[in-house]
């Protein structure tokens, strides 16, 4: 069983911080290139940052200096640490990552189910 889970979410106040966890379930499995993209009312969804296997990141302007992602391999998890938090950043947030599962010769893309962050001023 291969699954995808977002956790982390939660409200603050401006100038707040919160860590955002995208872990991939099941043993053996692997992970690839992961992005966290988030989608507020009314706008389309859009990347905020992103790591590749080697750990190379790049990320949105209107994150840059304020977010950071990183990743454990071992354990199958990528971060994204949001500090310095806006209600601009108000959104739901989705992981997305390829996925090797365990045993298979295939790479598959994978989305989590959402985790809500909401910033008050």
């Known amino acids: 069983q291969v699954q995808l889970v977002e956790s982390g979410g939660g409200l603050v106040q401006s100038g707040g911080s919160l860590r955002l966890s995208c872990a991939a379930s099941?043993?053996?499995?692997?992970?690839?290139?992961v992005g966290w993209h988030r989608q507020a009312p009314g706008k389309q969804r859009e990347l905020v940052a992103r790591?590749?296997?080697?750990?190379?990141?790049n990320y949105a302007d209107s994150v840059k200096g304020r977010f950071t992602i990183s990743r454990d391999n071992a354990v199958n998890t990528v971060y994204l640490q949001m500090n310095s938090l806006k209600p601009e950043d108000t959104a739901v947030y989705y992981c997305?990552?390829?996925?090797?599962?365990?045993?298979?010769?295939?790479?598959?893309?994978?989305w989590g189910q959402g985790t809500q962050v909401t910033v008050s001023s």
């Open positions: 997305n990552a390829g996925i090797k599962p365990s045993g298979l010769p295939y790479v598959n893309e994978y």
């Open positions: 099941g043993s053996g499995h692997q992970l690839y290139a």
């Open positions: 790591i590749t296997t080697g750990g190379r990141t």
